[in-house]
T-cell receptor, first 115, second 114 residues
Framework: NAGVTQTPKFQVLKTGQSMTLQCAQDMNHNSMYWYRQDPGMGLRLIYYSASEGTTDKGEVPNGYNVSRLNKREFSLRLESAAPSQTSVYFC??????????????FGPGTRLTVT | AQSVTQLGSHVSVSEGALVLLRCNYSSSVPPYLFWYVQYPNQGLQLLLKYTSAATLVKGINGFEAEFKKSETSFHLTKPSAHMSDAAEYFCAVREEDNFNKFYFGSGTKLNVKP
């Protein structure tokens, strides 16, 4: 049981390049999330997916796109990277429903630097 | 939208001393609240969560938190700090009407001195 896995662990991009961050979970969770973590700002939600086939914007969606490929996988794409997107990106998953609260399970993170 | 405020971005205690990390939330109804811990270069792990079943919540590693509605607070405590408690701690609240939205505080880095 690997939990939530993310690839890659580290990435350096030049401004304007594109890339996709991959995330997979093996806990059969319905909900998946992408966050970015910046010093002194905690975690901010970029996008989330409440179920396979649905995605919704979070607090800071600009410059990102997501795909919920199936129940296990949720990818985050930067189409044209900017230095402001230098951050640590975390994927998370959770059970969902009003009967909660269901805690989130986090991946190990991807450290992205855009030069 | 909900919000969470963590007072003190850095807290330093001596080994064996009381740990107190502060969290205040904004909500018109009793919310769902969480504390997570992040060790260096790792993801976040759940310490404990408030579900309205009890105001004093016990978590892992000897941590506990008390929900105080009158103060809109959910402070995290541990009676005796260990060196292994050095990490960053985040308080989070779940959105009232969207159970998929969580708001995190800015985090408190705990340093434990020998």
């Amino acid at each position: 049981n690997a939990g939530v896995t993310q690839t890659p662990k580290f990435q350096v991009l030049k401004t304007g390049q594109s890339m996709t961050l991959q995330c997979a979970q093996d806990m059969n969770h319905n909900s998946m999330y992408w966050y970015r973590q910046d010093p002194g700002m905690g975690l901010r939600l970029i996008y989330y997916s409440a179920s396979e086939g649905t995605t919704d914007k979070g607090e800071v969606p600009n410059g990102y796109n997501v795909s919920r490929l199936n129940k296990r996988e949720f990818s985050l794409r930067l189409e044209s990277a900017a230095p402001s997107q230098t951050s640590v990106y975390f994927c998370a998953s959770s059970d969902s429903g009003l009967a909660g609260p269901y805690e989130q399970y986090f991946g190990p993170g991807t450290r992205l630097t855009v030069t | 939208a909900q919000s969470v405020t963590q007072l003190g971005s850095h807290v330093s205690v001596s080994e064996g001393a009381l740990v107190l990390l502060r969290c205040n939330y904004s909500s018109s109804v009793p919310p769902y609240l969480f504390w997570y811990v992040q060790y260096p270069n790792q993801g976040l792990q759940l310490l404990l969560k408030y579900t309205s079943a009890a105001t004093l919540v016990k978590g892992i590693n000897g941590f506990e938190a008390e929900f105080k509605k009158s103060e809109t607070s959910f402070h995290l405590t541990k009676p005796s700090a260990h060196m292994s408690d050095a990490a960053e701690y985040f308080c989070a609240v779940r959105e009232e009407d969207n159970f998929n939205k969580f708001y995190f505080g800015s985090g408190t880095k705990l340093n434990v001195k020998p």
